[in-house]
């Protein structure tokens, strides 16, 4: 939950703000650093930096480049970060970020985020830069190789991201970011004509000692600064990590040859050899001025630190009773707090009973009203329906009635005559059938007797005439 909320809020920084931190990171093998190439003289990065460990990273902020940096993967520190110099902003944000595209190349991600929302979305998150855990609980400090302190309130988020700090000691991040603050604005920036032509690299050199075996601490940082203007002149700046208070000035050239073999910082020495030497040296006086301040004030740090010694010791003495008070107090505070959580603990018990019962007096109030409402709105319609249905019945038999009515009317009226007449004419046919019916019989018997009187006198004949054929002929008076 708390990630998706610190999504959200980087995506409503992202559109209210336009100008939320951004970086693109440059592949090893391209030569320059693209948009940021404008922080190096003559637009030409240090050279010999060329280890496949090597990653260019330039970070933009607002859609515009406002440093460049070159991390080293293997130490999880930058090797550099190259800037300018502009007019300081008063008010610090510390908004610390990350660096999606140096652990997982392939995603979608091309500017610098914080490091909560790409938790799960980045492949291998860590596995090449440091990540804030790393800080954590270590002692040390994430110092930054451009100050926030050096840069304008548009510049400072940009300069807020893991990719531009190394671990340092909280006072020697502090005596770090003091003398080069103290050392551009005073002994740099006033020497050179214009100030747009001052480049700077804030760098470190890589030890073995690691912050939880993965984070490499710096045992060297150095500044090198470059006015390319028409009186052009260099100067080298190292701080050694085992002496916080050091600050040697040394040549550009000297500064090389302490980093790695081959390792050119600006191009063409930045005049080294041809810069005034009246204005070295005024710029070397500046920068003696910065450390015999700094000489004066530790002085007074250790006389304020004589002083103190009777009170650290009133303070031992104190100690046990002071302890013994605060014991007391504990005591104290740890029976109120009993007290004060039983008392919650049974004004929870008791009004959590109560919330109970009536929620389940609510609950049943509810139930019952919603029974009845639905009762009531049903009796209407119950109502309505019977209605409906009796309605309906009744036009089904006015509809029975027409249509039997209409089937009447449809019957011829000659067939309708007919069919009433038919009685009349059955019944009066009666006699004249049954007299056609008794002279029919009569005819029949009259003519079963002809036949048999016809057929009789045949036989008679018959019979005669056989007789006279076959019987003698006898006397005549026989």
């Known amino acids: 939950e708390w990630t998706m909320k610190t999504s959200i809020v980087f995506l409503l920084c992202v559109s209210v703000f336009p100008g939320f931190s951004q970086g693109r990171v440059v592949g090893e093998d391209e030569t320059g650093f693209a948009e940021c190439n404008v922080f190096f003289p003559g637009q030409v990065p240090p050279e010999g930096f060329t280890e496949p460990f090597h990653v260019k990273i330039c970070q933009q902020y607002n859609k515009e480049p406002r440093f460049a940096t070159l991390y080293s993967t293997k130490d999880k520190i930058p090797l550099y970060s190259a800037f300018k110099y502009t007019k300081p902003a008063q008010n610090e944000e510390e908004n610390w970020l990350v660096e999606p595209q140096i652990d997982d190349p392939e995603n979608d991600l091309h500017e610098m985020v914080h490091e909560a929302d790409v938790v799960g979305i980045v492949a291998k998150l860590g596995a090449n830069q440091a990540l804030t855990s790393d800080y954590v609980g270590s002692g040390y400090e994430r110092g930054l190789l451009n100050p926030s302190l050096l840069n304008e309130k548009d510049f400072q988020m940009a300069t807020y991201t893991l990719t531009n700090a190394v671990p340092l000691s909280p006072s020697l991040s502090k005596s770090w970011h003091r003398d080069i603050g103290r050392v551009v604005e005073q002994a740099l920036v006033p020497h050179c004509s214009n100030k747009d032509h001052l480049y700077l690299l804030a760098g470190a050199i890589p030890s073995s000692v690691r912050v939880k075996g993965k984070v490499s601490v710096p045992e060297t940082l150095w500044l090198a ?32 040859k302490q980093l790695l073999r081959g390792v050119h910082l600006f191009k063409g020495n930045c005049g080294e050899d041809n810069q005034s030497q009246d204005k070295t040296e005024a710029i070397l006086q500046a920068v003696s001025q910065i450390r015999s301040g700094e000489q004066v004030a530790r002085s007074d740090n250790e006389e304020a630190k004589d002083s103190g010694f009777v009170r650290r010791v009133a303070g031992i003495i104190a100690t046990p ?18 007290v004060f959580y039983f008392l919650w603990f049974v004004i929870k018990q008791v009004g959590g009973t109560i919330l109970d019962g009536v929620y389940s007096l609510w609950n049943g109030v509810v139930s019952y009203l919603k029974a009845i409402t639905m009762v009531l709105i049903s009796i209407p319609y119950d109502v309505g329906r019977v209605i409906i249905n009796i309605f309906l019945g009744f036009l089904q038999i006015v509809q029975d009635v027409a249509s039997l009515t209409y089937g009447i009317l449809r019957i011829p009226v000659g067939f309708v005559l007919h069919l009433a007449a038919f009685p009349y ?54």
């Open 225 to 256: 600064s470059c006015c390319d203007a028409p009186e052009g002149w260099s100067l080298g700046l190292v701080k050694k990590i085992k002496d916080e208070n050091s600050l040697v000035d040394l040549t550009v050239g000297e500064l090389e």
């Open 425 to 478: 004419h059955s019944i009066c046919a009666i006699p004249s059938v049954l007299k056609d019916l008794a002279t029919g019989i009569g005819g029949t018997f009259s003519l079963v007797i002809d036949a048999t009187a016809t057929l009789l006198h045949g036989f008679y004949y018959l019979a005669g005439h056989i007789v006279k054929r076959f019987i003698p002929k006898g006397s005549s008076g026989d």
């Open 321 to 338: 009773f002071v302890k013994l008070l605060e014991l007391l107090i504990y005591v104290l505070v740890g029976l109120v707090k009993f």
